[in-house]
């Protein structure tokens, strides 16, 4: 059985630290042969590595951050939060390869789509990498389309960039 509840406590931001370290080192190895050094993958996309930073950044206000778990275990995590006046980006979309294939990834982006859509944000914002195949599979299963980069990265890394976005059911 899945479950997809939102981070609270200590113990929740703790156990969403470990997926996000293992999302981290997925992204350092996957980047490894498109020519971005572990350093750089670890400092621009993944700077959030403890409960506590991960707690700041999803306990804040209008930002959540989703944990799933199957048969009680941690088995995938999806956050978003405000991007500009009246956009919400999602963040740390990764499920655990002993989870993949069972729902995980369209559970936690249902409920992540689910609670965006009780605010007032127009519209849902994504970066991501060419490489993240099936992230960008689920992204366009619900309805996410590329759109013009919304942020700067630097020039060695660009190449990687995919950025996509979808409006909110609200807008």
């Not at 200590?10 to 992204?27: I, P």
């Not at 982006?109 to 609670?115: I, P, R, S």
């Not at 599979?137 to 389309?145: D, H, L, P, Q």
Request: net charge negative; glycine share 8%.
């Amino acid at each position: 059985m899945i479950s997809v509840l939102p981070a609270r406590s200590a113990e929740d931001f703790e156990t969403l630290a470990g997926l996000c370290r293992k999302l981290a080192q997925w992204d350092v190895d996957a980047s490894a042969p498109h020519g971005v050094s572990a350093a750089d993958v670890r400092a621009l996309f993944h700077p959030e590595t403890n409960g506590t930073q991960l707690a700041a950044q999803f306990g804040a206000p209008d930002a959540i951050a989703f944990i799933a778990r199957s048969g009680g275990l941690p088995a995938g995590c999806l956050g978003f939060d405000p991007f500009g006046e009246d956009a919400m980006e999602l963040h740390r979309f990764y499920v655990d390869a002993s989870f993949r294939g069972q729902g995980i990834g369209r559970a936690l982006m249902g409920a992540v789509l689910a609670e965006i859509d009780k605010g007032p944000a127009r519209a849902v914002l994504i970066h991501t990498t060419f490489y993240m195949e099936n992230a960008i599979a689920v992204y366009e299963a619900f309805g996410f389309k590329p759109c013009a980069p919304f942020r700067d990265t630097p020039a060695h890394v660009r190449h990687t960039d995919v950025f996509l976005s979808r409006p909110s059911q609200r807008a």
